[in-house]
């Protein structure tokens, strides 16, 4: 097993810096969360793209962006599949935010988020789904063990009850 798979970092703590990453969008531009800062941003990680949670979940920040844009607060979604896989689903769903590619897993690592996975007794390593948001560069709150369903409508409670 490769060394970074043996040794998965923890979730970074609220209050924490968090870790600052560059990642290919579905057209390959460059999106960094230093180009971000500032801003309170929804940071979501998911296992892989065109799945059935993981579209739920897309498709529940694609229906409430609005509502997202109107607070001033851009959601960003990353999963480990490579650039074509995220292109693919973003068109496919209409996804009016930008997914991004962690193909190599290292922000996905840098997050804590890339861990050993047991489904049915076979075990592998991928993405815990994982939602942060993040405040003047900080780690604000953390949302583990995410259902996909609803979970839009969930982020959106924690921030109007946390508002800066």
């Not at 997914?99 to 991928?126: I, M, P, R, S, T």
């Not at 780690?139 to 508002?163: C, M, Q, R, T, Y």
Request: contains cysteine; glycine residues 8%; aromatic residues 10%.
């Amino acid at each position: 097993m490769p060394a970074t798979q043996e040794t998965s970092k923890a979730i970074p703590s609220v209050g924490t810096q968090a870790p600052d990453f560059t990642l290919p969008d579905s057209n390959g531009s460059p999106v960094s969360l230093a180009s971000l800062k500032g801003q309170t941003i929804v940071l979501y990680f998911y296992p892989k793209a065109d799945t059935p949670g993981c579209t739920k979940e897309a498709c529940g920040f694609r229906d409430a962006i609005a509502t997202y844009k109107k607070q001033g607060v851009p959601v960003l979604g990353i999963s480990p599949d490579p650039v074509e896989d995220v292109k693919k689903f973003a068109d496919k769903f209409q996804l009016n935010f930008p997914l991004l590619a962690d193909a190599d897993h290292k922000v996905c690592e840098q997050y804590g988020v890339w861990q050993e996975k047991n489904n049915y007794g076979k075990k592998y390593w991928g993405v815990a789904r994982t939602t942060f948001i993040i405040r003047d560069g900080k780690i604000a709150h953390v949302f583990e063990s995410v259902k996909p369903d609803g979970h839009d409508k969930e982020v959106l409670a924690w921030l109007s009850g946390n508002s800066k």
